[in-house]
């Protein structure tokens, strides 16, 4: 049982660039969320999803995109890639009947 | 607007000494809230949570108390040992199992041989 699966681990990424922060989980868990993790600020929420097909705004949408066409996917895009940016990227997943588990997050620099 | 608030960044306990960590939300819609522990270049992991029904739940060396009225709520882990040096993280949501957690931004603990 993998849980929360992200990929890459590291990513470094010229201003203006796009790219996409995959996200699998393999427990056939309902919600899924993307957060962030900046010194400071703790986690933020950047994106959820509670379903398939289903996605919403968390705290700091601007910027990102995503789409839940499975249960299993909840893929991040950035659209043009700015240095503020630049942070840990944490995917999470949940059934409600726990907290949610999180993977083992992405960090990326824009440059 | 910080909504939970962890006013400690740090916090230093003897080995086999009690460690707490504490915790303030301004949101009363929140009424589920949990712990989380993160070791470096690792993701979060979940620890024990509390419903605002309750306001006590222990888990083993783990306790986390609820004061509903202060909008309070604090992590005790008895005896700390050296593995519990991480960051830990407070969340919190508005009802159970709500997909939108709002967290604290973190204090680190240290437990000293």
């Known amino acids: 049982n993998a849980g929360v699966t992200q990929t890459p681990k590291f990513q470094v990424l010229k201003t203006g660039q796009s790219m996409t922060l995959q996200c699998a989980q393999d427990?056939?868990?309902?919600?899924m969320s993307w957060y962030r993790q900046d010194p400071g600020m703790g986690l933020r929420l950047i994106h959820y999803?509670?379903?398939?097909?289903?996605?919403d705004q968390g705290e700091v949408p601007n910027g990102y995109n995503v789409s839940r066409s499975t249960t299993e996917d909840f893929p991040l895009r950035l659209l043009s890639a700015a240095p503020s940016q630049t942070s840990v990227y944490f995917c999470?997943?949940?059934?409600?009947?726990?907290?949610?588990?999180f993977g083992s997050g992405t960090r990326l620099t824009v440059v | 607007d910080q909504q939970v608030k962890q006013n400690s960044p740090s916090l230093s306990v003897q080995e086999g000494r009690i460690s707490i960590l504490n915790c303030d939300y301004t949101?009363?819609?929140?009424?589920?809230f949990l712990w989380y522990k993160k070791y470096p270049a690792e993701g979060p992991t979940f620890l024990i949570s509390?419903?605002?029904?309750?306001d006590k739940n222990e888990d083993g060396r783990f306790t986390v108390f609820l004061n509903k009225s202060a909008k309070h709520l604090s992590l005790h882990i008895v005896p700390s040992q050296p593995g519990d040096s991480a960051v830990y993280f407070c969340?919190?949501?508005?009802?159970?199992?709500?997909?939108?957690?709002?967290f604290g931004t973190g204090t680190r603990l240290t437990i000293i041989p």
């Open positions: 999470a997943s949940t059934n409600r009947d726990y907290g949610y588990t």
């Open positions: 427990m056939n868990h309902e919600y």
């Open positions: 999803s509670v379903g398939a097909g289903i996605t």
């Open positions: 949101n009363s819609m929140f009424d589920y």
């Open positions: 509390i419903s605002s029904i309750k």
């Open positions: 969340a919190a949501s508005a009802n159970f199992g709500n997909e939108k957690l709002t």
